[in-house]
């Protein structure tokens, strides 16, 4: 049986906090770990991307006690909160309702099967080479990695399968071949930025999320295609894996569900 920090301790075993503590100390901002601390009971939990007004609802039908998140239910500091913001009425809801909250944000992002080495294994890498270490050869942010030569187009097409969403956008001829990508999962147009400009890749194609302009068009001026998959899309797929994961190891001692929102697929 587990109670709330031997739960813990078994999230932690695949997406070591220590890797979020590392980013944080070299700029990056986070806030992973036990955020909200209702009681030490673990016997039902929810895994779900956002603590979003539907997973709680979801959360409260299915009698959990226990809500797994990967992007923070508290990101920045709170200076008040309210349940009439749409924005915080979640996190009142699931204290109200005495969930016990977990985020696994930058350590799952980072860790050595975590979510930006899914994005990469969902891209059709085999092996990947980390561009941006932390702790050792095994965990950082950014892969890059060699595919057998395929259009763009063609990649672009696995990738709306594999991700389950139509709503990627891509820069570049449909007709360039593609020998290497590099994936950063999420927000990371800057790294990808930053990556290229210090040579530390030179992948034909560079896919993440949320890209700012000037970011697209200081690749597209590298020579990059860029693809762009939804910020949802591209993280629920290694998030999900990390559940099957968990799961897997509980076996019958918890029961565990998953909530994919398809608002943002």
């Known amino acids: 049986m587990y109670n709330l920090d031997s739960f813990y301790a078994l999230l932690d075993g695949f997406a070591p906090i220590r890797l979020s503590r590392l980013a944080v100390a070299q700029g990056d901002y986070d806030n992973s770990g036990i955020l909200v601390r209702n009681h030490d009971k673990v016997n039902k939990v929810l895994f779900g991307l956002d603590l979003s007004e539907k997973l709680v609802e979801r959360g409260i039908k299915l009698g959990v006690d226990t809500i797994v998140t990967h992007h923070p239910a508290i990101y920045m500091p709170l200076n008040a909160v309210s349940i009439t913001n749409p924005e915080q009425a979640p996190l009142l809801t699931a204290i109200k309702k005495n969930k016990n909250v977990i985020s696994m944000h930058l350590n799952l992002d980072f860790a050595k099967d975590g979510i930006d080495h899914n994005l990469a ?70 790294h990808a930025v930053e990556c290229v400009q ?40 290694g998030f999900k894996k990390y559940f099957e994961k968990v799961k897997n190891t509980v076996g019958e001692n918890l029961q565990l569900f998953y909530f994919e929102d398809k608002r943002y697929l």
Request: hydrophobic share 35%.
């Open 198 to 237: 210090k040579g530390l890749t030179d992948a034909d194609l560079i896919v993440s999320s949320d890209f700012a302009h000037h970011n697209i068009k200081a690749l597209i001026q590298n020579g990059k295609a860029v693809m762009v998959i939804p910020h949802y899309a591209s993280e629920n797929y």
């Open 121 to 190: 294994m969902g891209l059709g890498a085999e092996k990947v080479n980390i561009l941006q270490k932390y702790s050792d050869e095994q965990e950082g942010y950014g892969r890059e990695f060699s595919l057998p030569s395929q259009s763009l187009l063609e990649v672009v097409n696995k990738a709306k399968k594999t991700f389950n969403t139509n709503k990627i956008i891509y820069y570049g001829n449909k007709n360039q071949k593609i020998k290497s990508i590099a994936s950063f999962c999420g927000g990371g147009s800057a």
